[in-house]
Nanobody
């Protein structure tokens, strides 16, 4: 059974940084892409950043230049370095792994940006 587990969320002051990590277990196949999405209260889930197995990245306009997505050395690991955080970044962040034409999601990790 494929499991996606996020870690690294928390409370940070405006202008601060956080690093999220995600690992996928339960499969021998490498994901063709992995990504981070977020959902703020009362809003739809939105794309934050994605990265393919060839390490081609894509960012939403709202995080471009502040966030960096990267794949880990181990198979099916991805991180999201978030800098210059602002209150509008407050949301539950979800990791996604696309494996053999299926999408797998983690349970989410809360990121709160507040003074």
């Amino acid at each position: 059974q494929v499991q996606v587990v996020e870690s690294g969320g928390g409370l940070v002051q405006p202008g601060g940084s956080l690093r999220l990590s995600c690992t996928v277990s339960g499969t021998i196949f490498m994901s063709s892409s992995m990504g981070w999405y977020r959902q703020a209260p009362g809003k739809q889930r939105e794309l934050v950043a994605t990265i393919t197995s060839a390490e081609i990245t894509n960012y939403s306009d709202s995080v471009e230049g502040r966030f960096t997505i990267s794949r880990g050395n181990a198979k099916n690991m991805v991180s999201l370095q978030m800098n210059s955080l602002n209150p509008e970044d407050t949301a539950v962040y979800y990791c996604n792994a696309h494996i053999l034409s299926r999408d797998f999601w983690g349970q989410g990790t809360q990121v709160t940006v507040s003074s």
